[in-house]
């Protein structure tokens, strides 16, 4: 009776820890969804180069006052004085550094690539990020995913690149813009798997830290050489970039590092395509637009995609799930 209790207890546990990674993912894609509607407004008063600096360091402070409160809080609860770090080793710190670099490098590519190619063209190469993700989680971290996942990950790419068929074929081609944008993809998928592998060596709120103060520090020489108003000069254009610093670079890209703990690079990257699934239903919801057959088709495609990639078991992390069955044989 009580080994059936046991056993029951741990699945119902299991169960709870499935659920909680999916709700905090959900969480991180509807504070991402924001990202599109707040940067359009902050672009009527400066520009996407100037938008993305003040992001990055009004977030740095975020992550550094959240850091201060967090080690003030453990040595009050321990009440002893904070033992001096071991020194990380050069790999991790280089990892660290890569990570803020490869970070501003996807923006400022993205950025540029808007400016030299069609909206529907970048965001067409854009949705590969999860291809490359995959791709070099295979090759250069041996990282296995089931025919399922691939699967998945095909049918969610192609949904990404259906939702905005439309446009794409009334874009105007460039092969400069279309290269720089695919290029952009490529940082973003190496930013996650950087970020997973080093994900266990740094706490969550280091890497985050670090990333923005890494950024920031790049994007100073460009703003200083390039833009002629860095900041924004408006308490609208401060409300808005305040609240990309805080729900969509601390809120949505924290918890989305923090995912990374339970499900792999690839899986999440997958997941960010459900971002034009609740731009689209919240543009329905809030401003009437209406769907084509292709946008509908391809938000079909990108929620079956996903389904069928996460019920394959390799894009769960193992310290997920508790091994139960040999729970059982022990308790047997």
């Known amino acids: 009776m009580v080994e059936n209790q046991l056993i029951l207890t741990t699945e119902k546990s299991d169960k709870t820890l499935n659920i909680l990674p999916i709700i905090i993912v959900i969480i991180a894609l509807l504070a991402l969804s924001s990202t599109a509607i707040l940067i359009k407004i902050a672009l009527r ?28 809080r453990t040595q009050i609860k321990d009440d002893q004085p904070v033992l ?3 020194p990380y080793p050069i790999k991790e710190i280089a990892f660290l550094i890569a990570v803020g670099l490869v970070h501003v490098l996807g923006r400022l590519s993205w950025t540029w690539a808007l400016t030299q190619t069609g909206a529907a063209n970048a965001n067409a190469l854009g949705s590969l990020n999860p291809l490359f993700t995959t791709l070099g989680g295979w090759l250069f971290f041996n990282q296995i995913f089931g025919r399922k996942f691939i699967i998945g990950l095909i049918l969610a790419i192609i ?3 259906a939702v905005g068929f439309e446009d794409l074929l009334r874009s105007n081609n460039n092969f400069t813009g279309d290269a720089v944008a695919l290029i952009s993809s490529i940082f973003y998928a190496a930013n996650f798997l950087l970020i997973e592998q080093i994900r266990n060596k740094f706490s969550i709120i280091t890497i985050l830290l670090w ?21 924004p000069v408006s308490l609208s254009g401060w409300l808005v ?5 805080a729900i969509c670079e601390s809120l949505g890209h924290g918890l989305i590092v923090y995912s990374l703990k339970t499900f792999s690079s690839g899986f999440i990257s997958l997941l960010l395509l459900l971002n034009p699934v609740i731009v689209a239903i919240l543009a329905w919801i809030l401003f009437s637009e209406s769907l084509s057959i292709f946008n509908l088709l391809g938000l079909a495609l990108i929620v079956g995609g996903i389904y069928l990639a996460i019920s394959n078991k390799e894009s769960i992390k193992s310290s997920v799930n508790p091994p139960i069955q040999s729970l059982q044989k022990s308790e047997s």
């Open 241 to 245: 970039v305040f609240a990309l610093a």
């Open 211 to 231: 990333r923005c103060v890494i950024a920031t520090s790049l994007m100073v020489p460009v703003v200083l050489i390039f833009e002629k108003q860095p900041l």
């Open 84 to 86: 001096p770090q071991q």
């Open 159 to 161: 949904g990404a690149i």
């Open 45 to 72: 008063e400066m520009s996407a180069t100037a938008t993305f600096f003040n992001r990055l360091w009004i977030a740095t402070i975020i992550f550094g006052l959240w850091s201060g409160i967090n080690q003030a």
